[in-house]
């Protein structure tokens, strides 16, 4: 039931003065209902071959805005027609600026984008390709490489009804470029539904070890996935995302949480390990459980670290226990798991190919007042991710790490904040609404997919493009 200060917020009357009005997001494994418009700045064409792929129709961005004019006022007040409009809503602009190296492309991206300010349909995409900045060889092409991730931050502020706006850098420069295959899980995500709640983002690839699979929509058919802290709010939502996409999900929550933990294993068929993730055996009890559960032979394919705690205190009043009660749930426990579940001898351990996924926060990245322990233990997280996504001997086999940092989730955690403090949160990003459950477990599918084998030592924020840490 929504609480009273949104009620407040979203009657008429609100409307009628003002007051900024969320859109309802589309959610779940849904392409936009509107065709996708294609450009290329530089003449860049992995997007063009990577939507092939994928099987989505396209029209050209240039050629329809061409179609239809507009007018416009110029600043000394005379008025033109330019061809600067699409003929009906899009549902998506994608453009490819890998090949863009000069000011001119800047202003073919800018004629591109321009009409799509406009002529995107309610939760509309705009994704943007472009290579590292620090590869782009001569000086003019990393500012025009680098300045791609001010037009789409500033683009994903400046859109409306639920639409976002991210850019993906990829590897087009190397003996090795990126494929159509590698960035096809990374496309298809940011297109669909299920980034309802990502904006503002700039997204890495780097090479798959093992050749991706293919997009599937029920990725994790037959395949393990253990959850922390499945007993209540995100981790509830993660374990039934996975659920819903074939996953034979290990809900994992401490002994206190047992009821809530039975009724979520019990709900989406999956089987339930009651355990306290800091004990010294952890990691060891859940292969243990796995290898009882589905044989020796089984291997898990993805572990989802989202248990966590909060002790929060002035760090003048943060004692030695409130300190370090947090980092050992939040960021030690993770570390003392992983190094167990990494033994490729060990029955029930981390598969080859498998997937390691952290849950940080946007209190990690930009910090909090009166969460030093727990700011501290989730920029910890994304350390470990980025050291981790780094790690020949991981890469060697195939096992990609990374995390998401939610923002403003709505659960029954945040519930209980105070009522101007929850409205603040909401309306404090580019969506001008607080996220859900779902959205964090969507993007974490996306990461433990097996077609995302191209995406490791990544910190996604799921934040609305939050402006805390932009």
Request: net charge neutral.
């Amino acid at each position: 039931m929504a609480d009273l200060m949104q009620m407040l917020t979203t009657n008429p009357l609100a409307r009628q003065l003002g007051v900024p009005q969320p859109t309802r997001l589309r959610r779940g494994r849904e392409l936009p209902s509107g065709t996708v418009a294609l450009g290329s700045a530089g003449g860049g064409r992995l997007a063009a071959r990577t939507l092939e792929l994928l099987g989505v129709p396209v029209r050209d961005a240039l050629v329809d805005t061409a179609q239809t004019r507009v007018a416009e006022t110029t600043d000394d007040g005379r008025t033109r027609e330019v061809p600067e409009a699409y003929p009906s809503k899009i549902g998506a602009l994608v453009l490819d600026a890998t090949a863009a190296t000069s000011l001119a492309d800047l202003e073919t991206v800018r004629g591109l984008l321009r009409p799509a300010m406009k002529g995107l349909e309610p939760s509309g995409r705009v994704v943007v390709l472009g290579v590292d900045p620090e590869t782009a060889g001569a000086p003019t092409a990393v500012a025009t490489q680098q300045a791609l991730e001010g037009i789409v931050r500033s683009v994903g502020k400046e859109l409306r009804a639920g639409a976002t706006a991210n850019l993906v850098r990829v590897d087009l420069l190397t003996s090795e470029p990126t494929t159509a295959a590698e960035l096809a899980s990374t496309l298809s995500f940011l297109l669909e539904g299920r980034s309802a709640y990502v904006s503002g983002q700039v997204l890495r690839l780097g090479h798959a070890a093992v050749e991706p699979g293919q997009v599937e929509a029920r990725p994790f058919e037959g395949r393990i996935v253990v959850v922390t802290g499945a007993g209540r709010g995100i981790g509830t939502g993660i374990a039934r995302t996975f659920a819903r996409d074939g996953a034979l999900v290990v809900a994992v929550d401490v002994p206190a949480a047992g009821q809530g933990l039975a009724e979520v294993a019990n709900g989406i068929g999956g089987t339930a390990l009651q355990l306290d993730i800091t004990a010294a055996d952890a990691g060891s009890r859940i292969a243990a459980h796995v290898a009882q559960r589905f044989g020796d032979a089984a291997r898990i394919h993805a572990i989802v670290h989202n248990a966590g705690i909060t002790r929060d205190k002035l760090l003048a009043n943060t004692d030695e226990e409130r300190w370090g009660s947090v980092l050992e749930v939040n960021l030690a426990a993770q570390i003392q798991i992983n190094e167990v579940l990494l033994d490729p001898d060990l029955p029930g351990g981390l598969d080859e190919g498998g997937r390691i996924i952290g849950v940080a926060s946007t209190s990690g990245i930009a910090g909090n007042r009166g969460q030093a322990n727990y700011a501290a233990s989730k920029a910890g997280v994304i350390g470990l991710v980025r050291a981790m996504g780094a790690d020949p001997r991981l890469a060697g086999r195939g096992i990609t790490v990374n995390a998401v940092a939610p923002g403003f989730i709505e659960t029954e955690m945040t519930g209980k904040m105070p009522v101007a403090t929850r409205e603040v949160a909401r309306r404090i990003n580019s969506l001008q609404q607080g996220g859900k459950p779902v959205d964090v477990a969507e993007t974490i599918g996306y990461l433990a997919d097996p077609a995302s084998s191209a995406v490791t030592g990544q910190v996604v924020r799921v934040c609305g493009q939050s402006q805390i840490g932009a």
